[in-house]
């Protein structure tokens, strides 16, 4: 993979490589750019049946609503110096409002900008050090919310070094010092050609006076099949 490649160009001269280039490969590999990715979120005894698929320079997320027995598509847009994260209303696209970004999915642990991991693509990202996660060598990232809505000011991300995966987020609120909010934690990866993307992850949600663990949500990956379903139009 050219992104990957560049990163240990970077790590073979003595660099600490870029932000936006870890982040890209991240991107890279968290949305599986040449599958489609479906699977579960799960808490508890609830199983919420969950997509994502690649569709030219949209990545649509959905998931199977227990209200109404029907998928709940929205969708991302990449353009090569922002994205617009989008939705359908009254049969028109329009814009994902700002305040439903941090409202849990289907009462789990996993929000619709956890779902769509937007902070991945929020600008100005720093490299702050080196960490293992689960034994794991990692690049740690610092990421400011630019203003972007959701529940998250500051974000860091934990990145494989040699696989490009995610590893590891915590999400913080805007307190000072900042709380943690909620943590994903990658338990498995899986390789889908020559990719490594996510197979299971748990997120913890917290209660930032206490710090205690208040919720906990599996999100599970199948590995992909050759011509699986192409998204909710």
């Not at 209303?89 to 999915?105: H, N, R």
């Not at 050090?129 to 860091?156: A, F």
Request: glycine share 10%; hydrophobic share 35%; proline share 4%.
């Amino acid at each position: 993979m050219m992104i990957s490649a560049v990163l240990m160009g970077q790590v073979a001269m003595g660099q600490n490589p870029a932000a936006d280039d870890i982040l890209a490969t991240a991107r890279y590999v968290a949305t599986l750019q040449n599958q489609n990715l479906t699977g579960n979120i799960r808490k508890g005894n609830q199983k919420i049946p969950v997509g994502l698929y690649l569709m030219g320079e949209k990545i649509q997320f959905t998931f199977l609503s227990s209200k109404t027995g029907k998928w709940e598509p929205f969708e991302m847009r990449l353009k090569e110096d922002h994205y617009d994260l989008l939705e359908k209303k009254d049969g028109k696209t329009v814009q994902f409002p700002d305040a439903k970004l941090g409202q849990a999915i289907e009462g789990t642990d996993l929000s619709y900008e956890d779902l769509a991991m937007h902070f991945l693509y929020w600008p100005n990202g720093r490299v702050v050090g080196s960490e293992k996660v689960k034994g794991q060598d990692c690049w740690k990232v610092r990421l400011q919310n630019p203003g972007k809505g959701g529940r998250y000011t500051l974000v860091y991300v934990w990145v494989h070094k040699k696989a490009g995966a995610l590893m590891q987020v915590v999400g913080y609120n805007g307190d000072n010092p900042a709380k943690a909010l909620k943590q994903f934690l990658v338990n498995e990866i899986m390789k889908v050609g020559d990719a490594y993307t996510l197979r299971e992850m748990r997120v913890s949600s917290f209660d930032p006076r206490t710090n205690t663990t208040v919720g906990l949500t599996y999100v599970e990956f199948d590995k992909p099949k050759a011509g699986g379903p192409q998204g909710v139009r």
